[in-house]
C-alpha cells in the first residue's frame, strides 16, 4: 500500500537554526499539506500546496516558515529560524482527491533547545 | 468556518463493553468526516470516513460512525472494546465546497481497561 514517508524522524536543533522537514508523498497525488501538532495536543493545520504554490496557509504559517517541492517528489516545510514554541511534531499529508481523504506520514518530532 | 468539537478529553471503558467518542461539526456547506487514531509516538491512522450515502459508515478494526445531519453529529463506536483500541481519536471536518483543509478536534484519549 502507497505510504507517505516522513524524514527524519526526530531532529533536535538550537534556537535560531534552520531546519529542513522532507516529506516524499504519495506518488499520483497532487495536494499536500503540513500539520503541526505539539506534545499529543490538537492537530493544527499549517499550509497546503497545490500545483507548486501554496493553496492556503493558517496563521501559525508566518514568514519563519516555507514549503517547496523543489524536485517533483520531496516536499520540504523549512524553518528559518526556529523558537521554542516550535518544538512540536510536523505531520506531511497528502491527499486522494477522488475521496477526499488525507493520507498522513508519520510524523517529524522537532525539538528546538 | 469550519470546527469540530470533542467535548471529551478522557474516555474510559471496560473491555467487552461498547464505546462511544462523540464528535459535533460546524461547516459552511456539506461535509466530509473523519476518524483518525493515534497510537503512542505514532502518526495519524485513518480510520473511517462519511462523504455522502449511508449514514453509517464501517471502517477499520470495526469501528463505525453515524452522520447525523440534524444533530451536526460523527459519534465514533464500537459494540465491544478491546485493550488494544486504548489511543488519541481525533475527529475531522472539511467543506465540501473549495479546497477547504481538513480541521481536527482537539482528540479524545480512550482507555479500554481489561
Known amino acids: 500500500e502507497p505510504e507517505v514517508t516522513q524524514t527524519p524522524s526526530h531532529q533536535v536543533t538550537q534556537m535560531g537554526q534552520e531546519v529542513i522537514l522532507r516529506c516524499v508523498p504519495i506518488s499520483n497525488h497532487l495536494y499536500f499539506y503540513w500539520y503541526r501538532q505539539i506534545l499529543g495536543q490538537k492537530v493544527e493545520f499549517l499550509v497546503s500546496?497545490?500545483?507548486?504554490?501554496?493553496?492556503?496557509k493558517s496563521e501559525i504559517f508566518d514568514d519563519q516558515f516555507s514549503v517547496e517541492r523543489p524536485d517533483g517528489s520531496n516536499f520540504t516545510l523549512k524553518i528559518r529560524s526556529t523558537k521554542l514554541e516550535d518544538s512540536a511534531m510536523y505531520f506531511c499529508?497528502?491527499?486522494?482527491?477522488?475521496?477526499?481523504?488525507?493520507?498522513f506520514g508519520e510524523g517529524s518530532r522537532l525539538t528546538v533547545l | 468556518a469550519q470546527s469540530v468539537a470533542q467535548p471529551e478529553d478522557q474516555v474510559n471503558v471496560a473491555e467487552g463493553n461498547p464505546l462511544t467518542v462523540k464528535c459535533t461539526y460546524s461547516?459552511?456547506?456539506?461535509?466530509?468526516l473523519f476518524w483518525y487514531v493515534q497510537y503512542p509516538n505514532r502518526g495519524l491512522q485513518f480510520l473511517l470516513k462519511?462523504?455522502?450515502?449511508?449514514?453509517l459508515v464501517k471502517g477499520s478494526y470495526g469501528f463505525e460512525a453515524e452522520f447525523n445531519k440534524s444533530q451536526t453529529s460523527f459519534h465514533l463506536k464500537k459494540p465491544s472494546a478491546l485493550v488494544s483500541d486504548s489511543a488519541l481519536y481525533f475527529c475531522a471536518v472539511r467543506d465540501i465546497r473549495g479546497n477547504t483543509p481538513l480541521v481536527f478536534g482537539k482528540g479524545t484519549r480512550l482507555s479500554v481497561i481489561a
Open positions: 462519511y462523504i455522502t450515502g449511508d449514514n
Open positions: 500546496f497545490y500545483n507548486n504554490e501554496i493553496s492556503e
Open positions: 499529508a497528502s491527499e486522494d482527491r477522488y475521496t477526499g481523504e488525507l493520507f
Open positions: 461547516v459552511s456547506g456539506n461535509p466530509y
